[in-house]
Nanobody, 126 residues
Framework: QVQLVESGGGLVQPGGSLRLSCAAS????????IGWFRQAPGKERESVSH??????????ADSVKGRFTISSDNAKDTVTVYLQMNSLKPEDTAVYYC?????????????????WGQGTQVTVSS
């Protein structure tokens, strides 16, 4: 059973930075796809950034391109995916969710993912 544990959310001023972490364990095979989505109050959940075990061509939504960077780190039995968020704007305020699937390609749509974390709140405000 894949388990996802997110951390790193919080309150930050506009222009500031945060780094989110998603610790994923329980993959059956050594390949995976992990991504970040976010949901602001009153809005639908949207795709943010995504990466796969081959680490080829990570995806970033246009709204975060140039400001957010997704990366990953493998340890024994655990994959940790980071979302470095720089130059944060008030419109980045949302609950950020980590999602995973046991497949080695970049996924960008919600329905493609099988496992979800509990979410972490990011608030950008002065």
């Amino acid at each position: 059973q894949v388990q996802l544990v997110e951390s790193g959310g919080g309150l930050v001023q506009p222009g500031g930075s945060l780094r989110l972490s998603c610790a994923a364990s329980g993959f059956t095979f050594d390949y995976w796809a992990i991504g970040w989505f976010r949901q602001a109050p009153g809005k639908e959940r949207e795709s943010v950034s995504h990466i796969s075990s081959s680490r080829n061509s990570p995806y970033h939504a246009d709204s975060v391109k140039g400001r957010f960077t997704i990366s990953s780190d493998n340890a024994k039995d655990t994959v940790t995916v980071y979302l470095q968020m720089n130059s944060l704007k008030p419109e980045d305020t949302a609950v950020y969710y980590c999602a995973a699937a046991n497949i080695d390609r970049v996924l960008t749509a919600e329905y493609e993912y099988d496992y979800w974390g509990q979410g972490t709140q990011v608030t950008v405000s002065s």
